[in-house]
């Protein structure tokens, strides 16, 4: 079976022309390839207080959650037009 080329680039499935293999070229089958991809935990699940130095990079920010979030505030004056954003929060010195 041979890869597909459709413009300059390879297009298909890519077990057609790379086997799976170690940064060594050790051959492993596909199972142990997908387990060593991916983690054991998905960081985007844990708390900022379980996260270590050599956790995976994570899609989204962490933050501590435990706080509810504020949504009371002071009207603004002269907002005018706005659709959205008209309450203030926070010190307002």
Do not use: C, F, W
């Amino acid at each position: 079976m041979y890869s597909k080329k459709l413009m300059g680039k390879e297009v298909g499935q890519a077990s057609v022309y790379a086997e799976p293999h170690t940064m060594k070229g050790k051959k492993i089958d596909a199972r142990s390839a997908q387990d060593a991809v991916s983690g054991a935990v998905d960081p985007n699940t844990l708390s900022s207080k379980q996260t270590l130095v050599s956790t995976p990079a994570m899609r989204v920010s962490v933050g501590d959650l435990s706080a509810p979030t504020k949504t009371s505030g002071i009207t603004m004056r002269g907002a005018g037009a706005a659709t959205r954003g008209k309450t203030s929060r926070g010190p307002m010195a």
